[in-house]
Structures are given as C-alpha cells and as structure tokens.
Nanobody, 112 residues
Framework: VQLVESGGGLVQPGGSLKLSCAAS????????IHWYRQTPGKEREWVGV????????NYAWSVKGRFTFSRDNANNTAFLHMRSLKPEDTAIYYC??????WGQGTQVTVSS
C-alpha cells in the first residue's frame, strides 16, 4: 500500500509542470486528495483539495487561478497541474489520500 508522487523537477519562472499522485494497494477513488507543499524551515502549507468524484476542488489563495487539480480514478491517479510558476512555488509537494495515506513528496524548483 503506497502513494507515490512524481513529475517534479526544475522549471523556469512562468513555466508549467504536472505532478502525479499514484496509489497502489488501495482504491484512490473513495478518497478526497489533498495537496501540500513544504520548504525547509517552514511549516507544511496546504495547497488544496479535490473531492472523490473530481467535480469539486478548493485552492489556497496563493495558488488559485494558477494550479488545477484533476484525477483519473480508473487509473488510481490524481494530478496537480501548475502553470505561471513563481520562484516562491519552490517546495516539496505532497499528496494525501483522506486522513490515511501520504506520499513521499516530489521536489519542484522554480528558477532561471
């Protein structure tokens, strides 16, 4: 049973990136998926949530209008689509399924 994020990397300011959150050993479809991010020395920041159906999402003000969530329940995967990235978006990004499962995180670095 695990949750694995992927898709992080280095991107220039203004660029885009798509993160994946893939579940194995359990059905992701029954869980709301929360996304978080954390930088060294700071508390983990909630980025937003997508409901189990994928119809409803809620976003932190810091990313609203730039980040979008989606999910593919048939393939047990959720996604975080990021655009217009800023240096302050640099962090390790995590997904969480319900209150139960956490991924290991994927590093996103926004820099020229």
């Amino acid at each position: 049973v695990q949750l694995v994020e992927s898709g992080g990397g280095l991107v220039q300011p203004g660029g885009s990136l798509k993160l994946s959150c893939a579940a194995s050993g359990f059905a992701l479809s029954i869980y709301y998926i929360h996304w978080y991010r954390q930088t060294p020395g700071k508390e983990r920041e909630w980025v937003g949530v997508i409901d189990d159906s994928g119809q409803y999402s809620n976003y932190a003000w810091s990313v609203k209008g730039r980040f979008t969530f989606s999910r593919d329940n048939a393939n047990n995967t959720a996604f975080l689509h990021m655009r217009s990235l800023k240096p302050e978006d640099t962090a390790i990004y995590y997904c969480r399924a319900g209150n139960t499962y956490w991924g290991q995180g994927t590093q996103v670095t926004v820099s020229s």
